[in-house]
């Protein structure tokens, strides 16, 4: 089936260590972003990539890393530096020169002990 | 930069009843406008989008509005059904290009009581 895949679905950290989430597209989309979803804040965008090898920092892109080595994968990593990495994390995917519809991911879930 | 203002953050409607959810825009310059549904544990979906150069669409039951010179846009959704139960999410850009960054508003729940 086509579409993005984050993984994994839930995941428990302690303090102080970095985590990677995977997201991974089958839809040749040539633009991915990863968003950082609070109860009450909406969707913040943390880093985007239009292209391969090449990104940009979003709103909140403080304690968070990415890297583009393939077309279909974004992982995002959370740093220690993070001060509150608690959250639910969405990866989404576009076209480029199409409706300009994203499309999300299930999500990752992210808990800090 | 862009700030979108959602409201109301819950709603809850009869089944059949109809719903309204509101935004507000600060950009003058942003003209894509769309609308998500997350349902519990998944991704937002695209359900319907406007752009500045119209002021109504509609596809079956969901309706947008888009107010240019007051900076709002609303959806409408009529004869509401238990699966319409989810957050929507309003959104805000310029343009529709992949450097395109949308905007979101900060979600409204919403449930359709039997």
């Known amino acids: 089936d086509g579409g993005i895949t984050q993984s994994p679905k839930y995941l428990f950290r302690k303090e102080g260590q970095n985590v990677t989430l995977s997201c991974e597209q089958n839809l040749n989309h040539d633009a991915m972003y990863w968003y950082r979803q609070d109860p009450g804040q909406g969707l913040r965008l943390i880093y985007y990539s239009q292209i391969v090898n090449d990104f940009q920092k979003g709103d909140i892109a403080e304690g968070y890393s990415v890297s583009r080595e393939k077309k279909e994968s974004f992982p995002l990593t959370v740093t220690s530096a993070q001060k509150n990495p608690t959250a639910f994390y969405l990866c989404?995917?576009?076209?480029?020169?199409?409706?300009?519809?994203?499309?999300f991911g299930e999500g990752s879930r992210l808990t800090v002990l | 930069g862009e700030n979108v203002e959602q409201h109301p953050s819950t709603l809850s409607v009869q089944e059949g009843d109809s719903a309204v959810i509101k935004c507000t825009y600060s950009d003058s310059a942003s003209n894509y406008f769309p609308w998500y549904k997350q349902e519990l544990g998944k991704g937002p979906q695209l359900i319907i989008d406007?752009?500045?150069?119209?002021g109504e669409k509609k596809d079956q039951r969901i309706a947008v509005t888009l107010n240019k010179t007051a900076k709002h846009f609303s959806l409408h959704i009529t004869e509401t059904q238990p699966e319409d139960s989810a957050v929507y999410f309003c959104?805000?850009?310029?343009?529709?290009?992949?450097?395109?960054?949308?905007?979101f508003g900060t979600g409204t729940r919403l449930q359709v009581t039997l």
């Open positions: 406007i752009r500045s150069n119209v």
């Open positions: 989404a995917g576009r076209r480029d020169r199409g409706s300009g519809e994203l499309f």
């Open positions: 959104a805000a850009s310029l343009g529709t290009g992949t450097a395109s960054k949308l905007t």
